[in-house]
């Protein structure tokens, strides 16, 4: 006796087709009385099987379904992490793009002995800045720095940057010296301080880089210094001031420029009241 299904050779006694599973009819009397069994399409019953999927109910569609294995993020902490993202990109990325790249020939910055001052309202203070040199630097943009917060010293100067001269910005592209900003300083550091052979030594470093707290003049100016990048071969035309500042609840603030290149440390960095900043090249 064979499967009447897929015609494997069966035992005389089986009820079921052990290669298909078939169930095998045992009523000899269909055959006698033409009795006509109806057997199932073999190709129909197969792609039935491959087709078989377990619908969803009807008040659930499937693009509605939540996923176990990824939660859905609720609106409140994708804005809080869209907003640490322009954040971080603020304070450490976007201030710094630019190229490392060395300029030869720029020369000295120009200053010429003064006297004036200016007087603003500017975050509750009454502030003055005593102009005491007429100052005009042209230089290499080597790094940038924001700064954040409701002081005062933020207001007038949100964003410090460091300039090089001299030999330091002809070799800056050669030499690595790792520049950073951070506190109102300026920092930096060599591998070996025989890389330092082309521009002589850590002394000449120091007399031609400076760390500059850059005020504006006016918001069109404001808008220039936002654009600066490390870089930027420009000249920045302005004042170097002293800035006295008081508040109605007598706290004062007291910000003094350096008026050489030479000196280091603390109260080593320029104040200038900036009127323009021109790009060179």
């Known amino acids: 006796m064979n499967c009447p299904f897929c015609g494997i050779p069966l035992s005389e006694n089986a009820d079921f087709c052990n290669n298909c599973g078939t169930f095998i009819p045992k009523d000899e009397t269909s055959e006698k009385e033409n009795i006509k069994i109806e057997i199932p399409d073999r190709n129909a019953a197969l792609n039935n099987l491959f087709s078989m999927q377990t619908p969803l109910p009807v008040n659930e569609p499937q693009l509605h379904k939540k996923n176990k294995h ?7 902490v994708l804005i809080t992490c869209i907003l640490c993202v322009i954040i971080i990109l603020s ?13 030869a020939g720029i020369g000295e910055p120009i200053q010429e002995e003064t006297v004036g001052y200016i007087e603003k ?3 509750g ?28 010293g933020n207001r007038l100067a949100p964003r410090d940057i460091a300039l090089a001269w001299g030999k330091v910005a002809e ?14 300083w300026l920092r930096w550091k060599v591998n070996s301080y025989d890389e330092l052979d082309p521009v002589g030594n850590v002394e000449y470093v120091s007399c031609h880089t400076s760390n500059n707290h850059l005020i504006a003049s006016n918001n069109s100016v404001k808008r220039k210094i936002r654009k600066l990048k490390k870089g930027d071969h420009v000249k920045i035309i302005g004042y170097l001031v002293n800035v006295d500042a008081e508040n109605k609840m007598g706290r004062t603030f007291l910000w003094n420029s350096s ?5 280091t440390g603390d109260g080593a960095c320029e104040v200038i009241y900036v009127t323009d900043v021109i790009w060179l090249d």
């Open 259 to 263: 008026t050489t290149r030479t000196d």
């Open 91 to 103: 304070l450490f990325i976007i201030p710094n793009i630019g190229v490392r790249r060395g300029i």
């Open 70 to 76: 990824f939660p859905q993020i609720k609106l409140p």
């Open 171 to 184: 070799y800056n592209d050669k030499i690595n010296f790792h520049w950073s900003q951070s506190g109102r």
């Open 125 to 152: 203070y009454e502030v003055s800045f005593y102009q005491q040199y007429t100052y005009e630097i042209e230089a290499l943009v080597i790094h940038t720095k924001n700064y954040y917060g409701l002081g005062l």
């Open 121 to 123: 309202d500017i975050g």
